[in-house]
């Protein structure tokens, strides 16, 4: 059986302007579903990146 070996992800801080509204629906959210603000935006964002069309990557170039 191959050994368990922990790793941290690399990540990096960085720092970003939200609305108060948006802000208030996120943590709602991420209380709801027992994780951190800051894992909720992470899946968040991994789901948009992962989900956009296309078209929608295209539009920006």
């Not at 948006?22 to 709801?32: F, H």
């Amino acid at each position: 059986m191959s050994k368990f070996i922990a790793r941290k992800p690399e990540k990096e801080v960085i720092s970003m302007r939200i609305s108060v509204e948006t802000l208030q629906q996120i943590d709602c959210k991420a209380a709801a579903v027992g994780i951190s603000r800051n894992e909720l935006i992470n899946q968040m964002i991994s789901y948009a990146l992962a989900n956009m069309d296309e078209a929608d990557e295209n539009a920006t170039n």
